[in-house]
């Protein structure tokens, strides 16, 4: 019989705060995270043409140098 109330009483332990974190508002890190969104594109990225196809480049290979010889410029490029 008490094993129900210390299933019930260790299920609310992890949820509680699970759910305080959600719904924190917290806008001081909202603020922080606002200052990203004004922060420009570099001017490269503007005149580089939007694919229809996904690239089958893997970047993240090329970053990594995995299979391959690391090319931090190869990388961005595809990425």
């Given at each position: 019989m008490?094993?129900?109330?210390?299933?019930?009483?260790?299920?609310?332990?992890?949820?509680?705060?699970?759910?305080?974190?959600?719904?924190?508002?917290?806008?001081?890190g909202?603020s922080?995270c606002?200052i990203?969104?004004?922060?420009?594109?570099?001017?490269?990225?503007l005149?580089?043409?939007?694919?229809?196809?996904?690239?089958?480049?893997?970047?993240?290979?090329?970053y990594?140098?995995?299979?391959?010889?690391a090319?931090?410029q190869?990388?961005?490029?595809?990425?």
């Amino acid at each position: 019989m008490k094993l129900p109330w210390f299933l019930v009483l260790l299920a609310l332990g992890f949820a509680t705060p699970l759910a305080v974190q959600q719904t924190s508002g917290d806008s001081e890190g909202d603020s922080e995270c606002t200052i990203y969104l004004k922060t420009p594109l570099p001017a490269e990225a503007l005149t580089v043409p939007v694919t229809k196809a996904w690239p089958g480049c893997d970047s993240y290979k090329s970053y990594s140098g995995i299979g391959r010889r690391a090319d931090f410029q190869t990388a961005r490029k595809c990425a």
